[in-house]
């Protein structure tokens, strides 16, 4: 027998022998839709009444929905949805939903073809035209007599990267229906999309809004309750993780889902070193990983010329541990796209890229007087060296630059 199956034997049979912390771990991950959603009541009635009228065959209105990650917006519309079309069903009223996650699906094309899949019409993946795929789309909800309530959550995602297009027909889509019938609701926790749409696009889109506000504290620790109820065997987690784990989803501006990842996470890591109680070093534990692999997910995520700010900024700190000013940080930008024969970007787009990844935290870039000479950014690395490094040292593209000397460095110090 080899040593590697040896060493896998031990750590199956070590966790079939450790103790039990889970019942049902799923319980606790985002996707998961409960029966009961605590302190969300204001916004379940508000969703309701504004969609109630499909059950008596009436187009609800247009719904935009937003507010910070891990406020319930997404089980809330699911949860709306899902008892409205059971309801509709139980009456003989023609209604159906269609939930469409933007930043997953990606394309007017495949928004528009699980719209189609939705009705039952059989979509290629490739091969039609998009205008094509949205008049079958509308030729079926037309026959079949169906009011469609159609949900785009993180709506920003596609607007960011298809335009408002898709949007606009969207919305003008009962115009041209003569039995059939489409309300659209939007989920987004970026405000600042809603600058990109046109203005017709963004007030019949936005025909009623409803809010999420942040849960503080003590309602997250009520949904933790509610959750751990179901997921843990009793008495494997103790109060203080509970309480730690609710006060640092409410320092991260309420995200309930930020909770739900620590506290299965937590119970993993004492699953997997035998412990019968999930305890408060668990949870931190927990907390480090989720903000590691959450800077990892999103540098290797980020477009290409945003990683090549990074980069540029990365190959500064060598230099520069104090950080640089944002005018060193763009030649050295543009040296990396010369070296890969890629097109810059102008000095006032790539200022705008460093204020972006100011905002997610990737950089940290603060106004500084240079007396004279004006006010300008010092900008450094906001996450760790050596996770940037590991990231784009993996990267098709960067991995040709990480370890090059940029020529203005060596202007600049002569």
Known sequence: MSEEHDLLDNIFDGFLRGPKIFKDREVLRPDYVPEHLPH????????????????????????????????????????????????????????????????????????????????????PFTGLATNEVFERFKSELNVKHTLIIVVLDEIDALVKAQGDALLYELTRI???LKNGRLSIIGISNDLRFKELLDPRVLSSLSEEEVIFKPYIATEIKDILLERAKISFVENTLSDGALNLCSALAAAEHGDARRALDLLRIAGELAEREGSLVVNESHIRHAGEEIEQDRVVTVLKTLPLHSKLVVCGTYLMKKVRTEG???????????????????EALTQRRVSGLINELDIIGLLNARVVNLGRYGRTKKVRLGVSYSIVK?????????????????KCIGEKNN
């Open 324 to 342: 640089s000013i944002t005018g060193d940080i763009y030649e050295v930008y543009k040296e990396l796209c010369g070296q890969l024969n890629l």
């Open 174 to 176: 009962n115009e041209n």
């Open 40 to 123: 969300r009541n204001e916004q379940l009635q508000q969703i309701g009444e504004i969609l109630v009228p499909v059950l008596r065959g009436f187009r609800g209105s247009n719904l935009f929905i937003y507010g910070n990650t891990g406020t319930g917006k997404t089980a809330v519309v699911k949860h709306v949805l899902d008892r409205l079309i059971h309801k509709g069903h139980e009456i003989g009223a023609s209604v159906e939903g269609c939930y469409l996650n933007c930043r997953l699906i990606g394309t007017d094309y495949r928004i528009l073809a699980r719209l189609g899949e939705s009705l039952g019409i059989k979509i």
């Open 390 to 406: 590991d990231v784009f040292n993996e990267d098709v593209w960067l991995n040709q630059v990480m370890t090059y000397s940029p």
